[in-house]
């Protein structure tokens, strides 16, 4: 198996489609930064790596003695835990299920963390499409998504159909692809989402749209555009069209004495967005001025911090001996969620399923995009509520 961490990554890459097809100057600003890999990617690419495992297992032939001994190992990873693990053995079933559906169509290919060239619509672009199946006219692509920052939705999603364009083109000239249907799996969030276009729509929407803004991209023109796509990009921290379409918020609320419902709706969204940007300048500059950048005006110091014991055991033992053990000690017991991490979730709900319940969450004002029904406003007018980040 290839190990995923060591994959290349192209300069317009399928992952960052969703922000250098908007803001086309990006991509050439991104050129020459190294790329950062943060603990939660990790995470992420163990648990590609342990379902691959089990798909050699399913559907490529490896004995079971040899899959034993690799997941053995695969065990001894930081990243290894019975939590992980159950998701990906989630996120392997969906997939099994899939692939029995396309054999009761016919003969099904499979391909799994297979490299795709996307060259077609992105210059010397390619990808890796994590399960591809293509059975009686059907191709059907799915990701794994193990993050639970954000819910991804497969619906207008250009990662993915950059995906299904390149696995169409490994198709095309052997099968009739009639329809391509890309499913996102993201097992932490119970999240599974599916978007199905006929084939020809896809191939229209690679050539009519991405095609001509990702020459753009490649060539460096176009304008910058700032939004919710800058989260990821690597000049965020410093772009001045992000810099500019924020500061420039203040500018927009003047007059009348009182606020009207539209202008605060309006704030809510400049807002949320200026308060990501004022984040990512800050982490930027603490960054740098560690590394000797001077920033007038301004200076490192020590946060604030709390006591703690060097040596815990040490504690414990002359503690023992001046007092009883239950007056520095105390026996809690531990959150659903750390309590399914020790025993399982079916353990947990089998056994506790009916002392658990899940109350109301506090009211929060959030965009009309958000996927949560509304609730009634005369009970949110008698709470408090936040306003969070879409």
Known sequence: MAGHAERDHAVLSASGAHRWLKCTKSASKEKGIADTTSEFAKEGTFAHELSELHFAHLFQGMTKRTFNSRLKKMKQNEFYTEELHEYVREYVDLVEERVHAARARGEAVLMFEERLDLSDYVPESFGTGDVIIMSGGVLEIIDLKYGKGIEVNAENNAQLRLYALGALSLFDLLEDVEEVVMTIIQPRLDNISTEQLPADELKAWGLDYVKPRAEMAWNGEGEFVPGDHCRFCKVKHTCRARAEANLNVPQKLVDPDLLTPEEISDILFQADELQ???????????????????????????????????????????LEEEFDVDQFTEVKLLTISNLEKRLGKKTVSDLLGELIVKPPGKPALVPESDKRPAIGSAEAAANEFDVIQN
């Open 276 to 318: 990501k940007w004022a984040k990512d300048v800050q982490d930027y500059a603490l960054e740098k001025a560690r590394s000797g950048t001077v920033f007038e005006g301004w200076k490192v110091v020590e946060g604030r911090s709390s006591r703690k014991y060097t040596d815990e055991e040490k504690v414990m033992q002359k």
